[in-house]
């Protein structure tokens, strides 16, 4: 069993059938002249022999590599499907798909649509009225294709349906040129116990205007998303729960409604995953409902997203925000470790103002350290504005940031002299982000008193990555300040 027939023998424009010599046709059907696609409607050809269904047709391929073609530009109705292991569902002209049953992949699978521009019609797979499935498609093998498809969850005749794409511990998912839409809950659900449906890729599709999320990762890391939509979803564009080292770039992320945002990152203790280290760049967030992006770092046991990179990201005004001043482009909360460089953000008029391009804030204190804030721009445009500031860092206790040149870190716990007037210590300061070199000018203080008359004694060393505060007693008791609280300005060169 291999390949069914040669292309040239289905092209759209007539051309003699292969000889017998190069290919014999046997079955139901056989063709001795001229063949075009309008000759092969509602069959599926294996080895020339056509069927009646995609099941009876795929059982035919057995355990080969195998190619299932099939061509009605007015459609059909699918019921539920197993596609076997390598084996290949190639639709070679446009039509509506109606499936009443979960069509499932196995390993090495494929689903493929007529590339687009070649003029024979885009495929739009379609859950049937009443269907109310859990998934339209099931992938539950590693390696599978789906490309050059709509797919479509018709959410407002499936009152109960779920996801569109379901990716079932299962590796390796290739879902390039696809769309998706109209789903009751997720358009693409990316599952796995633990990091079992590793390095897949979405490459140039959509996923829109599906009752929850664009795509909801869960327990996977590793996938590419890039030159591809994720807009007007009730809840999120992307959601990723203890999906770490995503790659994300080249991205339109929308709103829709309500507080609808763009990509959210949080994550549980109990998977030991996070949704950590992602890289998100070259994205444009815009027309959101909520947040642009919005990072909960901590889970109340453990740490669940940090040491993410947002780089080179353009974050657009909103018409559609679900309250003004309440929302930001983007939103930490007990994350730390982020790097947030090289990003240009802009809001709009009342009522449809961020209140913050940046804002970053702890429940807890120590659970949000070390965010680098730099070189990002606030441009102003529309004639809008920031509802309360640029950035806002209410973090306290020890935690620092790295801001366009500027550092600072509070918090940090003081020293105590000896008992006799004159006497001195040292606090060390470490920068959360070290500068290039020590041109730099520090400011250091003492807040709170803990003990005795302690006094400011200056800065007694600083190299690109710490500074030295002295501590003088200014009686013959120890001394002690609670917090040394320290800033620094990088020295225009």
């Not at 889970?299 to 669940?304: E, K, L, M, Y």
């Not at 993410?308 to 909103?318: A, Q, R, T, W």
């Not at 306290?396 to 008992?419: K, P």
């Amino acid at each position: 069993m291999g390949v069914i027939i040669s292309v040239s023998a289905f092209s759209q424009t007539s051309r003699e059938a292969p000889s017998p010599q190069t290919n014999t046709w046997t079955g139901a059907h056989k063709f001795t002249g001229p063949v075009t696609l309008s000759r092969l409607n509602d069959i599926f050809l294996v080895d020339g022999v056509t069927y009646l269904s995609i099941q009876d047709a795929d059982m035919a391929c057995g355990s080969h590599y195998c190619e299932i073609w099939y061509s009605n530009s007015s459609g059909m109705t699918i019921p539920a499907t197993k596609l076997g292991a390598n084996h290949i569902l190639r639709f070679i002209q446009g039509g509506v798909y109606s499936l009443t049953g979960t069509l499932t992949m196995s390993s090495s699978s494929a689903l493929i649509g007529p590339p687009t521009g070649m003029g024979k019609g885009q495929i739009l797979l379609r859950e049937a009225d009443g269907a109310n499935l859990q998934s339209l498609i099931h992938v539950a093998g590693n390696e599978v294709a789906i490309r050059d498809l709509i797919v479509d969850g018709n959410k407002e005749n499936n009152p109960s349906a779920s996801d569109g794409i379901l990716v079932d511990n299962a590796d390796h998912l290739q879902l390039i040129f696809t769309k998706l839409q109209n789903f009751k809950r997720h358009g693409l659900y990316v599952f796995s116990n633990q990091n079992n449906s590793h390095s897949g890729i979405i490459l140039g599709g959509s996923s829109q205007l599906n009752g929850g999320d664009g795509v909801f990762c869960e327990r996977t890391a590793d996938w590419y998303a890039t030159n591809s939509d994720f807009d007007n979803n009730a809840s999120y564009g992307m959601e990723l729960s203890d999906c770490p080292a995503w790659r994300i770039t080249a991205n339109d992320f929308g709103g829709a409604s309500g507080s609808s945002g763009g990509l959210y990152l949080h994550g549980t203790a109990a998977s030991s995953m996070g949704s950590m280290e992602e890289v998100i760049t070259a994205n444009q967030f815009g027309n959101m409902a909520g947040n642009g992006i919005y990072i909960v770092g901590h889970d109340g046991v453990t740490p669940v997203s940090i040491g993410n990179n947002i780089v080179g990201n353009s974050f657009i005004g909103s018409g559609r925000l679900g309250a003004d001043n309440t929302y930001d482009h983007i939103k930490m909360v007990d994350g730390g470790g982020n790097i947030i460089v090289g990003n240009m953000f802009t809001s709009s008029r009342r009522p449809n103002r961020f209140k913050y391009a940046i804002e970053a804030s702890e429940t807890t204190a120590g659970r949000a350290l070390h965010n680098a804030i730099s070189d990002n721009t606030f441009p102003a445009t529309w004639g809008g504005s920031f509802g309360t500031g640029f950035v806002s860092d209410r973090i306290a206790n020890d935690a620092g940031m790295s801001v366009d040149g500027v550092s600072y870190i509070r918090g940090v716990a003081g020293c105590t002299t000896a008992a006799s007037a004159g006497a001195t210590c040292i606090t060390k300061i470490i920068w959360p982000i070290a500068f290039a070199d020590a041109n730099y000018t520090p400011i250091c203080s003492g807040e709170l008193v803990s003990s005795g008359v302690p006094l400011n004694g200056g800065i007694t060393a600083k190299t690109e990555s710490s500074v030295s505060f002295q501590t003088v007693a200014g009686t013959a008791a120890v001394a002690r300040f609670t917090a040394i609280n320290c800033t620094a300005v990088r020295d225009q060169l």
